[in-house]
């Protein structure tokens, strides 16, 4: 039985998906845990792996974590356990939207669950600008609508909750080393492999996984968007509000953090920092004219709203 577990954390737009779908799904001596099983590109081998990275690593709170987590262990996995196992996921590095927890919390929870195995962790670092100029295409690709000034403007205003902590390398290698220990860290230059991503990958990974140099042909499985091709989107985005565009890319109680802004030097004027609070007292101020009343009940639930409230409720009432 192989009690050795290979966890590639990424970083994102660095060659994750090539090597999810190019090496490690097809490598015969790799017992391939995710993301991405056959035909399908978000499975995880069984639904606890699943559950455990793209809910309760992620998101989940401490008590939902503690509540729903199951520890995987080799003999769970049934399946060739005397291949390497590999999981991949480029989301355990990076803190891909403020609704997830630290990275730190992540990677606790990683050694929680995985306790039973003895676990090696691969991190593909990135040169900063290349990184984000990369990462800011794969936002438009997800619904941003911003300029690029803007999304580095909001990088820095809001890096007590977003992703820049991440990009300290340092900092965060030597907390990998203090979680995992300093044996169990294999880092690569994203610059150095794409220099050669197939012997990256028949070679180096191949001696670091204890597997045989299968001379797999490595493509690029998720190429960059054009610069023209984002810019267009970005248009389209604005006009079609989907994905992040949709989500709360930003606090809507900036003001309140008006204090925390100065501190941290943040280029933030008073028109942004007050925007919502403006936009909020028009809105109040037209609701409160003498226009028609909407027909309507303000509190009205159907029947997925219903059963999403018993839900709710049943929750609540077994956790006292």
């Not at 890096?159 to 690569?188: H, M, P, T, V």
Request: hydrophobic fraction near 35%; charged fraction near 25%; aromatic fraction near 14%.
């Amino acid at each position: 039985m192989n009690n050795n577990l290979f966890i590639h954390i990424g970083y994102p737009k660095s060659l994750s998906t090539t090597l999810q779908r190019g090496f490690f799904s097809k490598h015969r001596e790799i017992n391939y845990l995710g993301i991405g099983q056959k035909d399908d590109n978000l499975a995880y081998f069984n639904k606890n792996i699943e559950i455990s990275h793209e809910n309760l690593i992620k998101y989940a709170t401490f008590d939902v974590f503690k509540k729903y987590k199951v520890k995987i262990s080799p003999s769970l996995l049934d399946q060739n356990t005397h291949k390497c196992n590999v999981i991949s996921d480029e989301h355990l590095s990076f803190k891909f939207d403020i609704s997830q927890n630290d990275t730190i919390v992540k990677w606790n929870r990683l050694s929680d669950i995985y306790k039973h195995f003895n676990i090696k962790i691969i991190i593909i670092k990135r040169e900063l600008y290349s990184f984000i100029c990369s990462l800011f295409k794969e936002l438009v690709r997800m619904g941003y609508n911003k300029s690029f000034n803007e999304f580095i403007i909001w990088t820095w205003n809001f890096k007590d909750r977003n992703f820049l902590s991440d990009l300290n390398y340092i900092e965060r290698k030597n907390q990998l080393y203090s979680i995992f220990g300093k044996e169990n860290i294999f880092i690569y230059s994203f610059e150095e492999i794409v220099k050669d991503v197939n012997n990256f990958c028949n070679i180096t990974l191949s001696n670091i996984l204890e597997i045989e140099n299968k001379n797999i042909q490595i493509e690029n499985n998720y190429p960059n968007l054009s610069d023209s091709t984002a810019l267009k989107l970005i248009k389209l985005n604005k006009e079609n509000l989907r994905g992040i565009g949709e989500t709360s890319f930003y606090s809507f109680e900036n003001h309140r953090n008006r204090e925390w802004f100065k501190k941290s030097n943040a280029i933030i004027d008073n028109s942004k920092l007050y925007h919502n609070v403006v936009l909020k007292r028009k809105a109040l101020e037209m609701a409160s004219k003498n226009t028609p009343l909407i027909n309507s009940n303000l509190f009205y639930l159907d029947k997925k709203g219903e059963k999403a409230w018993k839900f709710i409720t049943e929750y609540l009432n077994n956790e006292t």
